[in-house]
Antibody
Framework: QVQLVESGGGVVQPGRSLRLSCAAS????????MHWVRQAPGKGLEWVAV????????YYADSVKGRFTISRDNSKNTLYLQMNSLRVEDTAVYYC?????????????WGQGTTVTVSS | DIQMTQSPSSLSASVGDRVTITCQAS??????LNWYQQKPGKAPKLLIY???TLETGVPSRFSGSGSGTHFTFTISSLQPEDIATYYC????????FGGGTKVEIK
């Protein structure tokens, strides 16, 4: 079945780095845009980043631009999020999600989320 | 950046009630709007895309309408399993979510 499984979350000190992974299965990964969305404790959903199906385009929320990098390996059916210079306000559950299309149309498949806690 | 304003932020209704949530975009987004349901501790689920198209497998008591800047999400007859937070999301310019509406049973 169609599935996304995130990993790599944990507790990290402010200023440090973390890399999240999202393993996809059950669909042709290379045909879909892929996103990261986060949710701070008790808060709403915040879109973080998107990468086009072939890696041609990638865009970021202003809150993470210059610190986070989205990437994908279509040969491994895996999406990544490299998070550098982490801040306390980056604490959240991070979801990997599939777009309905090759680019940006909406999120029809979601992973279960991985928790990132930034704390000293 | 496009801002999405959802209202109300929470509501309480009885089983069988008609529930309506509104979402206002800060600029014209045509019908580039989706609605999601998120149950506690779970990932969001896409319910409606392109403002009014029901995702496969979603019960017909859920519906969406609107275009331009004003959108409406309706549950025609609230069921206990509909307890969740609902989010609108625009995709005219990347993605932006509304603040969410928490739906509870009275």
């Amino acid at each position: 079945q169609v599935q996304l499984v995130e990993s790599g979350g944990g507790v990290v000190q402010p200023g440090r780095s973390l890399r999240l992974s999202c393993a996809a299965s059950g669909f042709t990964f290379s045909s879909y845009g892929m996103h990261w969305v986060r949710q701070a404790p008790g808060k709403g959903l915040e879109w973080v980043a998107v990468m086009w199906y072939n890696g041609t385009y990638k865009y970021y929320a202003d809150s993470v631009k210059g610190r986070f990098t989205i990437s994908r390996d279509n040969s491994k059916n895996t999406l990544y999020l490299q998070m550098n210079s982490l801040r306390v306000e980056d604490t959240a559950v991070y979801y990997c999600a599939r777009d309905r299309s090759k680019g940006v149309y909406g999120l029809d498949v979601w992973g279960q989320g991985t928790t990132v806690t930034v704390s000293s | 950046d496009i801002q999405m304003t959802q209202s109300p932020s929470s509501l309480s209704a009885s089983v069988g009630d008609r529930v309506t949530i509104t979402c206002q975009a800060s600029q014209d987004i045509s019908d580039y709007l989706n609605w999601y349901q998120q149950k506690p501790g779970k990932a969001p689920k896409l319910l409606i895309y392109d403002a009014s198209t029901l995702e496969t497998g979603v019960p017909s008591r859920f519906s969406g309408s609107g275009s331009g800047t004003h959108f409406t999400f309706t549950i025609s007859s609230l069921q206990p399993e509909d307890i969740a937070t609902y989010y609108c999301q625009q995709f005219d310019d990347l993605l932006t979510f509304g603040g969410g509406t928490k739906v509870e049973i009275k």
